[in-house]
């Protein structure tokens, strides 16, 4: 980030320096960092380098600031779509998150090592590169999108994704590179900051909630966002008005979508034998499951793993199978040592979708977790065969993606003025899905369940 000494940054950053020093100033926090904060630095960069080592803090699981991973997953979670971000968000305890990275590109002896802001990564599966522009015009995406090596690690060394970010000021110019995601500084505090102190600030300690806010109140000032206006403050007074009241209706819908999450599948499974003639209710080893009649061919049994996570799966029988005995499985085999494809909905990362928009995204994926070597092969396949997949699926809402893992998306809207129930709303929509891409299309089922086999077979 290049040198500014605008004037009128002085009041920003004292608070951006009480800011940093709550952060510098608990003796849970290593206080080696306080070394770095470079005082001779002008106004614009110093303001900048904190908001870069707060973001860094806040986001790191590994720090002491009770948040564990739930900031970072409300981060990865609403990056835009244009990230195309494909990765389990479940479990991220193993992320790291390092700033000032070393970025090379071995491939050209001449070019110079360049830093990134911030990266975070799983190691040997995939990185997030994230630049942070305030009011400097955009540098750098151009080579870190042409780089091979992100510090000193090969970029073909994360198996699973490559991902860059580009948060930057609302009025300057985006990422050059296209490789590159953008995403202003207004959008990041509407979208993912404010979102998550409103529901969740209180839950943690108050040293955290402290750092959340002015970090919001940091990235207000030195963006230049609009000030409050009076009908924001009246909403202010409203929301702390009301807020014991709020937060009641809000834990009310958090209990009853937890209790949804284990519940869709028996849910979905009791409206598809009602109302299709083909479909069957089936007693499930582990989830709900249906029986699907075909002409002409055998039926299917399709499993529902309504699991409570996240990422919901509905599969055919024959699509999870045990890496080494290749063995059907209705469930993850032990040790996550499996083989995997199949529809899901994701009840984490689409909640706002899904309660603000009213709208179901269900997806077909070639599953992140599968070894790399079947997912490229599996892939592959599929795109061997993409004429095909697109031609049965255009009477549908699917559409063929180009990417490796989610291969197939579809949308639906929750219908909730058909319905008194939310959840009966979003059970509709789910019903709608499967009726749309499995119901009506032996033929695309047929073609997945065939592309599986012989990545299967060539895996082995």
Known sequence: MPHDDRPGLAADLQTLDRTWRSIISSPAEPRSTMNVIEYGLGDQRRAEVYVNRLMRYLLDPTEPH??????????????????EFDEDTLDLSDVRVTEQVPIKDESDPDASIGYADLVLD????????V??????DETGTEFYSQATHVDDVAVDGYASGQYYLFLHQHDRPQASSDTFANQSWRSF???????????????????????LHDLRDDLQSITNMTTRSAADEEK??????????IEDVQAAFDDAWDSYATRWGRDVAQVLATTEDAIT??????????????????DERWIFRANGGDWQHVFKYGWYKHETSLENLTDRAD??????????????RNRDLATRDHTLKFNFRNMGSNPTAFRDIYAEQFY???????????DTEGLVTGNKLTLIEATYDIPVDGHENYFDAYTAALNEAFVDLVCTEPELIQLMGATFERAVAEYR
């Open 66 to 83: 009770g948040m564990g991973t739930d900031f970072l997953a409300a981060f990865l979670q609403e990056l835009p779509d244009t990230a």
């Open 122 to 129: 799983i190691p040997n599966e995939w990185f997030l590169l």
């Open 131 to 136: 630049e942070l522009k305030f009011s400097a």
């Open 189 to 211: 505090v509407r979208e993912v900051l404010d979102p998550f102190i409103t529901e969740n600030a209180l839950r943690y300690p108050q040293r955290t909630t402290t750092q």
């Open 236 to 245: 202010i007074a409203l929301y702390l008005e009301h807020i014991d009241a």
């Open 281 to 298: 209710r089936l007693e499930g080893e582990h989830f709900p499951e249906v029986r699907v009649s075909r002409t002409d061919r055998d």
């Open 335 to 348: 040790g996550s040592n499996d083989l995997r494809i199949g529809f899901y909905h994701r009840m984490e």
């Open 384 to 394: 061997n065969h993409r004429s095909e997949f697109e031609e049965l699926l255009a």
